[in-house]
């Protein structure tokens, strides 16, 4: 019992920061944004715009145009234009400059960015400011270097861009996915039409500025803002050529559907349920930081999260006994406090969907574990939350739940491990904790992922491949393999 105090008062005092809160001033956020086509802010013909808020407080920020099908006409024929006129036939040399450039002034707005990137998705500054921001201004650097090495990236070959780019991305890591989906785009000869998601528009309409100051020609990239019906406009529009989707595996499928029997190119980045998997002989203490890192980062809503843990049967009551008290240690609230650890929930529906699997995992009789502390009074908060006697069958261990939820199993043998982890409709990522090489060669050579991670996890790199298997969705970002998704021989 004395112990159990003397730990509880370790906890608190853990947590007692003084409150380190990032100043708004830096961020300068219009009361109204329009749509960014050929270059220029254009009311939409729609005549309607939305709300945008801060999902941490639930204030407005700004309201954004809604494009309708005939603005996304607009912005695929300014998209048009600028292919056939300007940006194909332009040396690669010369388009390579224009990204260095973006590059360059994304760096020179860091810290702008990352608080709008906070204030309009909810994630702690911290993140924005050490992770996102820094990704973004690394994509565009990595491939305007590219711009002028095709011939080098593609020796004996002769790669042609493909056209007009519709690209949708969505809430989690909204001005990454710009990132990692305009770079290699231009960087390649096409052009480019996208569509931020409904809940996250902002940072991409700052992208949108940082282009027009770029002095990019006209409607090389356009950016319009809208819900799900704009998506689909753009994605049905008939002079497009390539089709660039993150988000759901229902959106996916449905993407697909729509496009069948057409020549349009598609890569789809989906969802994903990834087996994070301690071994007995691995630093558990790293391995702890690990796991935590894999599934409470931005509040479990990454697509390649460690949703699910599969620790050695020698070692689960110690790795479970300290995950519980690495969670107790956890700052949960305030994400423009630099202290913060998990922000903000990105929308009400997204926090009612993960409290929907906190019952269903219950209602299956799993063990439930949440920190003993207070949310917020506004804004859409979950607690880090841990599930222990899980099945493989249940929902919660094959469903993404897209928060900050893990559940836990055990496991004896490597095969039965690799089983277990294989065994999800899913296929995007995993990671292996473990001392022994031979252990990591044998598992990343048989686990069905896109990327795993041995003795680290969530680690990004622009020179690096990034893509599912499976439900997951097809196609590569990033490295080489990005550049080959955009152009054709
Ligand atoms: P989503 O509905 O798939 O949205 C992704 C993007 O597609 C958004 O820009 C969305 O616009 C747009 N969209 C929606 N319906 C469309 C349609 N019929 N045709 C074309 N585009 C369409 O995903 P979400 O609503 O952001 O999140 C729902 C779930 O998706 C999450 O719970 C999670 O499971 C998954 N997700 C996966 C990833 C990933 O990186 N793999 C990222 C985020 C979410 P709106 O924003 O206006 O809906
Ligand atoms: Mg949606």
Redesign the pocket.
């Known amino acids: 019992m004395e112990k159990n105090n003397t730990l509880k008062l370790k906890f608190e005092s853990a947590r007692k920061y003084a409150p380190a809160p990032e100043s708004r001033s830096a961020a300068k956020i219009n009361a109204q944004y329009e749509l960014f086509i050929n270059g220029r802010f254009e009311k939409p013909l729609s005549g309607k715009y939305f709300d945008t808020i801060n999902p941490a407080t639930e204030e407005k920020l700004s309201q954004v145009a809604e494009a309708n099908d005939a603005d996304v006409d607009r912005a695929v024929k300014a998209a048009r234009n600028a292919y056939e006129n300007v940006w194909r036939d332009m040396p690669g040399a010369e388009r390579g400059k224009y990204i260095f450039r973006i590059a360059r002034m994304i760096q020179e707005r860091a810290r702008e960015l990352a608080v709008i990137e906070t204030l309009n998705g909810g994630k702690p500054i911290r993140e924005s400011r050490d992770f996102d921001i820094p990704v973004v201004a690394n994509h565009f650097f990595y491939y305007a270097g590219w711009a002028d090495k095709l011939e080098y990236a593609f020796p004996n070959r002769r790669p042609q861009p493909l056209g007009v780019a519709a690209q ?6 909204p001005l990454m ?1 710009a990132a990692w989906k305009i770079a290699p785009a231009i960087a390649t000869g096409n052009t480019v039409v996208l ?6 528009p902002l940072t991409a309409l700052k992208l949108a500025e940082i282009i027009q100051e770029s002095g990019l020609p006209p409607g090389v990239v356009n950016i319009i803002t ?7 406009a ?2 049905n529009h008939p002079d497009v050529n390539k089709i660039a ?8 499928k ?2 697909q559907r ?1 496009i069948g029997g057409t020549a349009k190119r598609t890569t789809l ?4 349920k990834a087996a994070n998997i301690i071994f007995d002989d691995a630093p558990i203490d790293q391995a702890v930081e690990g796991v935590i890192n894999g599934i409470f980062f931005n509040q479990g ?4 999260a460690g949703s699910r843990l599969y620790v050695q049967e020698s070692v689960l009551g110690e790795v479970i006994r300290k995950l519980k008290d690495r969670l107790e240690t956890l700052i949960v609230g305030d994400p423009m406090d630099k202290n913060t650890d998990i922000g903000a929930i ?1 929308s009400r ?2 926090l009612e ?1 993960i409290n929907k699997y906190l019952d269903i995992g219950r209602a299956e009789g799993a063990e439930m574990y949440q920190p003993d502390i207070e949310l917020p009074g506004k804004g859409f908060f979950c607690k880090p939350t841990i599930f222990t006697n899980v099945a493989q069958s249940n929902r919660i261990s094959q469903e ?3 928060g900050p939820v893990l559940t836990i199993q055990s496991f004896r043998t490597d095969d039965e491990v690799i089983e277990k982890a294989n065994n999800s409709p899913y296929g ?1 990522s995993a990671g292996v904790w473990t001392d022994k090489g031979s252990k990591i060669f044998n598992l990343t050579t048989k686990l069905r992922a896109g990327v795993v991670w041995a003795n680290t996890y969530n680690q990004f790199d622009p020179t690096s491949p990034f893509g599912g298997y499976k439900e ?2 097809y196609g590569r970002e990033g490295g080489l393999h990005g550049l080959n998704a955009y152009v054709k021989f």
């Open positions: 949708i991305i969505p809430w989690n890591f996915m569509k931020p998601a409904e809940t996250t809208g819900a799900g019906a704009t998506g689909s753009l994605v989707f993150t988000g759901s595996t229902e959106v996916g449905h993407i729509a980045e989906l969802g994903g809503h990454v697509c390649c990105n529906q997204q969907n993404e739940i897209f995007l997951s969705g």
